[in-house]
Every structure is written in C-alpha cells, then in structure tokens.
C-alpha cells in the first residue's frame, strides 16, 4: 500500500492512506498506560507513510478526538450487538474489532471497504484468530452492487442489524451520503443500530487543518434530522460532553445553540420500525 506524497494524492488515495493512519494513531493510543481501549493488532497495519504523519502529527492534549471515537464506538457495537447479532462496518479500514473485542459466539462481522485495503489487512492478520464469524466483502460503496456482494455473504435484511459508519461519511458528497443511508435503510429491520461520525458545515470547509482540507467532502449541521429523514431515532454527541470523554477530551466543545463553531458529532441511531 505504498502511497504517493499529499499533494498528489486523488480522494480514493487519501481515503487509502486514511486506513493505515487511523491504525497508527491507535498504536501510539496503545502505549498509553491510560489508554482508552487496546488493540495489539494495530501496528501490524501502519505503513511507513502513515507512521511517519502520526509521529509529525500528535494528537492535541486534552483533546483525544480519535481515542475517543474508538473507545465509544466499541462500547456501541458491544451494547447493541446483544440485540442485533449481525455488525457491518463500511468504510473498515484498518480496524481490528473482529479480532480483538469480546463478541457474543453467534455474531456475524462484514467489513466492506476497498480491495486494496481489505487485501492488504487480510494478509498481514491471516494467520490470527477472529473473535467472531468475520466476512470481507471487497467493494468501492459508491458502486451500488455492495448490496448485493453483502446479501451473498449472508447478511440476513431480515434481522436486527448493527452499522457502523465510523470516518466514513464525510468522505463522500452530498448525494453520496443520502444515497447511502437510503440504501442502508431499505435492508435494515425494524430493532436495528447505526453509529457513525460527521462534521457540521463549518467544519468540513475548515482551513485549519491543512492535511484534511479538500478532501471532507459533506457535513451536516443537525445529525437528528438527518437520520430522521431515513426513519432512525438518534442520540448525538460532541466529543467531551458526558458519555463521549472518558476523562481524555477534557476541552469540549461549546453547547451547539452557539453558532459559527466548528463541531464533530458522535452519534447512535435506532431504528425502531
């Protein structure tokens, strides 16, 4: 997964880069001794590109977005797989939850993301062992046959179903994202979960950070309406309110009726019909 320098790189090959950096960020998470959540496998998949940014890029003290993000994404899988016994990560990346939480024995986890990836991933972890049924189902998701490559690995419409769009959504356009979630919605049962992140309006045209800027392609000001429209009920957190800081981002941001600020949304919906 060699990747050419940023400036270069097209918006499929910053996603592609994107996976192995998240991984190397959850490597130096790890040898934290406060750290948030483990996972040993994650400096198998840092590619020397990605090492190289997360070193020159530290996290901002007090402000642990992606520590967070993961420790309350995993708490979110593990509380809901309970009731819906099937997960499907789009937009996998690197992540390793198939390898590394503690899944109830009949969980089945599809991971859908690139073949670059998804290859690449495969064949650093072939030889450890799932803690569930895992399923890689290789695919670009703005190619609508995803659903059908998903169906085949036996993903079940039927059932309670748990998503999760975790650095995902803001990586596609505007129709892209609505697209999406009414395909998602059209094979979800009723009792069904998603969790995924996004960023408000404001945030996604920032110019603060230079290595992202260009390549956040969507951003929603009011995540409840949003999935609303789709028919699931959400619950929206910003990192450092109660249930989203875990004593780590400790600088939150200002309560959301303040206007013209930059937000980044945490957020879990049920689909109760």
Known sequence: MNQPDKEKLSQKDFVLLSAPLMAAYRAVECQRSDRLFDDPFAAKLVTPEA??????????????????????????????????????????????????LNWPQETKYYEIDYPEVLNYKNEILKNVPTTC?????????????????????????NIPSVWLL????????????????KTITEITSAESWIGLDSLNQLCKDSTYDEFYQGYFLSGFDNPEELLSAYGWEAEVFQP??????????????????????????????????
């Open 51 to 100: 090492q190289m940014i997360a070193l020159e890029d530290p996290e901002e003290e007090g402000r642990a977005f992606l520590a967070v993000r993961t420790r309350f994404f995993d708490d979110f899988l593990l509380s809901s797989v309970g009731i819906a016994p099937q997960v499907v990560n789009l937009g996998a990346g690197m992540d390793t939850r198939a390898f590394r």
């Open 133 to 157: 049924s895992r399923y890689s189902v290789a695919v670009d998701l703005t190619d609508t046959n995803w659903v059908e490559l998903l169906l085949q690995q036996g993903y079940d419409k």
């Open 166 to 181: 975790e650095g995902l959504i803001y990586y596609l356009n505007q129709t892209e994202a609505h697209i999406l979630l």
């Open 240 to 273: 450092g309110e109660e249930g989203a800081n875990f004593n780590r981002y400790i600088y939150p941001f200002p309560p959301r009726n303040h206007d013209n600020v930059e937000r980044v949304f945490l957020i879990k919906a049920h689909k109760k019909s």
